[in-house]
């Protein structure tokens, strides 16, 4: 079964993703750009942080930029691999490269993030990225500080109505569901709003959530109703965003790898703008 439910708008067809689409899809609504058009020679730092019961590790990296760097990082710690590719898209994509991150245990893939970005310069704005997943019943966090130095002054009581969208596909069942986001305000400083997926055992739902240090974290939740009415989390996917302009250059595909179900992947395309000023 195909749910598709969406405003008619011909920019939203055209970036979504139908089931079975590679993990290389990009949104079409901002400029293409070559890979050749990347600045040379930029670098950037960052901290990797592995968490979880049976996990508790941190390694300072260095990513280069494409042609110019190490592009390629593979990190093992006792039976967990962390894989990051960072590689070009063709030039018929949006956007001209992506980040590739993959998180194996025992040689298995539990977890998996394709983060769009424009150069590397992108991930110093954003700061931090990455996803929490749900393997053997504990959750693991995987998380990329770029230590971002631009000044933190979004806040929610300061963002307007922002248009978001989503796409969440679970390809064993053949069911997608594309959804335009608003998100309403459900207590101080923060903004939610989740939808079932139909027949299926699990909830999509999209927050914004101010920092304590200033800034708002974007994340994408895929939980498992319980029937004690509290949902359990089966997988998160995040980004930092110290400004409006760098909530709005994000765009990711995750996956979340359950059993029964196979893989569920989870889309999210940049905002569209605003449906009126902050009030």
Same mark, same amino acid.
């Given at each position: 079964m195909k749910t598709i439910i969406f405003a008619a708008s011909a920019l939203l067809l055209a970036a979504c993703s139908p089931v079975g689409q590679s993990d290389s899809a990009s949104p079409a609504d901002n400029p293409a750009r070559t890979a050749n058009q990347m600045p040379a020679m930029?670098?950037?730092?960052?901290?990797?942080?592995?968490? @979880? !019961?049976?996990?508790?590790?941190?390694?300072?990296?260095?990513?280069?930029?494409?042609?110019?760097?190490?592009?390629?990082?593979?990190?093992?710690?006792?039976?967990?691999?962390?894989? *990051?590719?960072?590689?070009?898209?063709? %030039?018929?994509?949006?956007?001209?490269?992506?980040?590739?991150?993959?998180?194996?245990? !025992?040689?298995?893939? +539990?977890?998996?993030?394709?983060?769009?970005?424009?150069?590397?310069?992108?991930?110093?704005?954003?700061?931090?990225?990455?996803f929490e997943t749900e393997i053997d019943g504990a959750l693991v966090d995987v998380r990329l500080d770029f230590h971002s130095e631009l000044p933190k002054v979004l806040r929610i009581d300061t963002l307007g109505d922002e248009r978001l969208i989503s796409d969440t596909l679970i390809g064993s069942k053949g069911f997608q569901m594309? +959804?335009?986001? *608003?998100?309403?305000?459900? %207590?101080?400083?923060?903004?939610?709003? %989740?939808?079932?997926?139909?027949?299926?055992?699990?909830?999509? @739902?999209?927050? *914004? +959530? !101010?920092?304590?240090?200033?800034?708002?974290?974007?994340?994408?939740?895929?939980t498992r109703p319980q029937e004690s009415g509290e949902p359990r989390l089966a997988a998160r996917f995040y980004y930092h965003a110290p400004n409006l302009s760098a909530l709005r250059e994000g765009m990711f595909a995750g996956k979340y790898f359950d059993a029964d179900y196979g893989a569920i992947k989870l889309v999210y395309y940049p905002a569209l703008g605003q449906t009126g000023p902050p009030q």
């Open positions: 930029e670098s950037a730092p960052f901290t990797l942080t592995i968490k @979880g !019961d049976s996990i508790d590790f941190s390694k300072e990296l260095t990513l280069g930029e494409l042609g110019y760097g190490k592009t390629h990082i593979t990190v093992s710690e006792g039976n967990y691999e962390f894989d *990051l590719n960072y590689k070009a898209l063709p %030039s018929n994509r949006s956007y001209p490269a992506n980040l590739d991150i993959n998180l194996k245990m !025992d040689g298995k893939k +539990r977890g998996y993030l394709f983060f769009a970005i424009n150069d590397l310069r992108a991930l110093k704005r954003m700061g931090v990225l990455g594309i +959804r335009p986001m *608003l998100l309403p305000l459900r %207590s101080e400083g923060i903004r939610y709003q %989740s939808y079932a997926l139909d027949s299926h055992p699990f909830v999509m @739902g999209y927050a *914004l +959530r !101010d920092l304590g240090g200033g800034g708002v974290a974007f994340e994408y939740d895929l």
